[in-house]
């Protein structure tokens, strides 16, 4: 027979860990977004499952360069089983990071958005390492030296085992990204051309979340 004392002790371990998940509080801004989020959400499934990666436990999570950070649900989705129990928006633009807040909430966990550089994060005190630092549509064609910044960064906020994924716009752009993170010595884990991408009409050649890379240190 099994010993009551250790069932009650049990539950309520099980009871006592907090539950975090992600609201969304507003609508998207622009019509296609919740399509685009739908696909991304496949997309990284897809990735996850070709690197062999999956999340336990509680997550710290740093979203860099996020803009809006429209895809902080989906991410929160994607961990799963794991759960997000920090996370961490950063972007330049202040009108962006404003919105991302409004969106935005963690019930059983901490969010914040931040107006900042990415390529400062380490200078930033109290936060912690990092098991996922997602960078949604990266810039590096458009500013290579500092997107070297933001990648150095980037890779010292991960925590041993932790990931980077990266998407892009553009075929060569994710290819600059991919040749800089290979001087880095990040392995790359997988890397997948979303065949489901949406085309951008004004921009050809460039598409939503068009690749998809996960790396570890
Ligand atoms: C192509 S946008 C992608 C935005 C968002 N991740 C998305 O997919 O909608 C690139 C973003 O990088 C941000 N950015 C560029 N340099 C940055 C830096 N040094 N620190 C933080 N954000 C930066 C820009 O403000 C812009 O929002």
Redesign the pocket.
Known sequence: MRDVRAVVSGMKEFLEVEYSYMIQRLPFSYAGIDGDMGRLGVLLGEVFALAGVGFSGKLAVLN?????A??TGVLAEAVAPAQVGFYLG????AD?IAEAKKRWELPGGEIEFRE????MIGRMEGLPEFDLVFI??Q?YWH?PM?WEG?LDEALAALKDGGKLVCTS?FDLEHELFTASMRARGARQLANVRNASSRALPDAEGKSVDRWVGVWGK
């Open positions: 860099l360069a996020c803009g809006r429209d895809e950063m972007d330049l633009r962006a900042g550089n990415a390529a949604r549509h810039n500013e500092v933001i716009y």
